[in-house]
């Protein structure tokens, strides 16, 4: 339920806020642009979220889609119905993903589930030494899955199992070594000269930032999967949409991420804040802390691009054109011999 007065409205102050009449927030609501719970007898209240949202950018012109992987209630993230503060201070990153994947984390993060190196793996990293490691991943990424194979009739167990092997090639590419077993946390940690005691921090920013329910990028996976892309592809239109420096509203998870840090500073607003932050205090290379936050969002990207499969909706956006007329009459080019 939402907390009375903080996370929601009545009906009365909601329409008066949007500056509707009550029968245009019902219409609202029926296309599921903004959320109500019941209150008590027939009353209903309204998440305040959605009011402001609608406030700031007008009623929204796209899909609405459901999904069961992600909730943003009263400031807080849930994963699959568990809060995303409680799975970083419990669970592995393997534990997590599995979570969000719901499937198996033995037979996902399985030791032999290991994508093989690259042809020339160490002439391809020598030649993107220089660049940051987000570049690096997304240039790598888009090198092997140019030839990633279509999955027309994969399982939910073929996702965790694809999401795995994703996860450690992105991290062996933004640590510039080859794919392996270890965690993922600890494979950036040796790769950026950091002691294992920063392994928990590392952590729990990958997990904090598995996802932000339908946001840009997540559109963007799901997009790619509708038209029938393969999951690797798929996520890595998702990457290609995600804005660190202007990712995120404010919710718990950077405050809790903010607590970690070994010195306090400012409380950051939004979780890539607080990763920005971490990597600051813990001395990542430049484009680190980036690299970290979007190893962190291919769980919830994969995710989505499990979920839509699933929903076997069509990719079938429609345009309308509004450009200049086909001119009339004979062409140009008709009175040439």
């Not at 600051?280 to 962190?296: D, H, N, Q, R, V």
Request: aromatic letters at 6%.
């Amino acid at each position: 339920m939402y907390e009375q007065d903080v996370d929601s409205l009545t009906a009365a102050e909601a329409a008066r806020a949007l500056g509707v009449t009550p029968a245009t927030l019902y219409a609202y609501v029926s296309r599921g642009l903004i959320r109500s719970e019941r209150a008590g007898g027939r009353a209903r209240r309204y998440a305040a979220a959605d009011i402001a949202a609608l406030k700031r950018g007008g009623p929204p012109s796209g899909p609405v889609l459901a999904t069961a992987i992600t909730l943003a209630r009263g400031g807080r993230i849930y994963f699959r119905g568990r809060d995303a503060i409680e799975l970083a201070q419990t669970l592995s990153v393997r534990e997590a993903a599995a979570l969000v994947w719901d499937c198996d984390p033995a037979a996902s993060f399985a030791a032999d589930n290991v994508p093989d190196p690259l042809p020339d793996a160490g002439g391809l990293h020598g030649a993107l030494a220089g660049v940051s490691p987000l570049a690096r991943m997304l240039a790598l990424l888009q090198l092997v899955a140019a030839v990633e194979p279509r999955w027309p009739h994969a399982t939910a167990e073929f996702f965790g199992y694809a999401g795995a092997r994703l996860l450690r090639f992105l991290a062996a590419a933004a640590a510039g070594g080859v794919p392996s077993a270890r965690p993922i946390e600890a494979v950036l940690a040796g790769a950026w000269g950091l002691d294992r005691e920063t392994r928990p921090l590392l952590r729990a920013g990958l997990i904090l930032s598995a996802d932000n329910g339908i946001d840009a990028a997540a559109l963007a996976a799901r997009a790619a999967a509708a038209a029938g892309l393969p999951p690797w592809r798929s996520v890595a239109a998702g990457l290609a949409a995600l804005d660190f420096d202007g990712e995120g509203a404010a919710d718990a998870r950077a405050g809790m991420l903010a607590t970690l840090l070994p010195q306090r500073s400012t409380a950051p607003r939004s979780l890539p804040q607080a990763v920005a932050k971490l990597g600051a205090a813990l001395g990542f290379p430049a484009g680190g802390a980036t690299a970290l936050y979007a190893i962190g969002r291919v769980i919830g990207l994969m995710a989505h691009v499990a979920e839509e499969h699933a929903a076997k909706r069509p990719c079938r956006a429609r345009g309308a054109y509004v450009g200049l007329a086909p001119e009339t009459g004979a062409s140009p080019q008709s009175g040439r011999g």
